[in-house]
């Protein structure tokens, strides 16, 4: 079964650039995150979809940052425009629909580390 | 406020030497507990989960974990450290019962003395 997989791996951007970051979740994974760790801070949750909708957004920072997950398959994370504070590591999460006998556990991809110059 | 505490922000040990990372949780429940690693340039790897039964869990690269409930700590060991282990340590929490987001730790730095 393959993982939780992010593209790019790694994206160098200019300050005022627009950048968007790829997830595709584990087949069947309703749940899909977003969590981000910028340098020296801890990870950090953004946002958790339902299929394609939105369940929590509380963790992101600013409009800069666009979610979306269309068709409830995969999810893109658009920074527009990007400043130096948005360099990071972004890191995608998917996990089944909670049913009984099943366990919330997250299955994290390799993240995606973006740097703004 | 759900939160996971490690108190050691970096930690420096002699390779061959045993290792105990610290981790604290306050949840309303007993949350699932993670432990994850983080190298230099890569992503996070899972080395071991703790969601019921048995209090000392087993993990990958002879890591293995402990849980308190009455300290409400999920401590991570290793008895012998190799040079590779040099990397950031996260801990981290998941509710049992709800959708809810992974709570993590600050992250411990280990660095491994030749």
């Known amino acids: 079964e393959a993982g939780v997989t992010q593209f790019p791996s790694h994206s160098v951007i200019e300050k005022g650039q627009t950048v968007t970051l790829r997830c595709d979740p584990i087949s069947g994974h309703d749940n899909l995150y977003w969590y981000r760790r910028v340098m020296g801070k801890e990870i950090k949750f953004l946002l958790h979809?339902?299929?394609?909708?939105?369940?929590?957004e509380s963790g992101m920072p600013n409009n800069r940052f666009l979610a979306e997950r269309t068709g409830g398959t995969y999810s893109t994370l658009k920074v527009q425009p990007a400043e130096l504070e948005d360099s990071g590591v972004y890191f995608c999460?998917?996990?089944?629909?909670?049913?009984?006998?099943?366990?919330?556990?997250?299955?994290f991809g390799p993240g995606t580390r973006l740097t703004v110059t | 406020a759900q939160s996971v505490t490690q108190p050691d922000i970096h930690i420096t040990v002699s390779e061959g030497a045993s290792l105990e990372l610290r981790c604290n949780y306050s949840y309303g429940a007993t949350p699932y507990l993670f432990w994850y690693v983080q190298s230099p340039g890569q992503g996070l790897q899972l080395l071991l989960k703790?969601?019921?039964?048995?209090?000392l869990v087993q993990g990958i690269k002879g890591f293995e974990a402990e849980f308190k409930r009455s300290q409400s700590s999920f401590n991570l060991r290793k008895p012998s450290v190799h040079w590779s282990d040099a990397a950031e340590y996260f801990c981290a929490g998941v509710s049992k019962t709800s959708y809810d987001k992974v709570i993590f730790g600050p992250g411990t730095s280990l660095s491994v003395i030749p």
């Open positions: 979809f339902v299929k394609e909708s939105k369940q929590d």
């Open positions: 999460a998917s996990s089944p629909p909670l049913a009984p006998g099943t366990r919330n556990e997250q299955y």
């Open positions: 703790y969601f019921s039964g048995d209090t």
